[in-house]
Nanobody
């Protein structure tokens, strides 16, 4: 049974930084990708970033490119999202997710396992 547990959210002023963590267990992720998504009130869940466990190859949404960095610690089965230069529009609940199949996708519907989410609030 796959378990994903996010942590690290909080309240920060615009221009500040936060680092989110996603601890994964119960699955051999091998060559799969782990993705970060976010959902703001009244909006659809959107792709933020993803990383392939084995190679470390990353992908980012245009809205966070250059500000956010995704990384992983394979020994700890943990993926991080370093968020710098935060903006009020980054305010959302952030989720990590893993697909049940080895796919490359930015669609939330293609991801099967989700964490409980962590709130990030950026004040102006």
């Amino acid at each position: 049974q796959v378990q994903l547990v996010e942590s690290g959210g909080g309240l920060v002023q615009a221009g500040g930084s936060l680092r989110l963590s996603c601890a994964a267990s119960g699955h051999t992720f091998s060559n799969y990708r782990l993705g970060w998504f976010r959902q703001a009130p009244g909006k659809e869940r959107e792709f933020v970033a993803a990383i392939r466990w084995s190679s470390g190859i990353t992908a980012y949404a245009d809205s966070v490119k250059g500000r956010f960095t995704i990384s992983r610690d394979n020994a700890k089965n943990t993926v991080y999202l370093q968020m710098n230069s935060l903006k009020p529009e980054d305010t959302a609940v952030y989720y990590c997710a893993v697909p049940a199949r080895n796919i490359v996708s930015r669609a939330a519907s293609d991801y099967d396992y989700w964490g409980q989410g962590t709130q990030v609030t950026v004040s102006s």
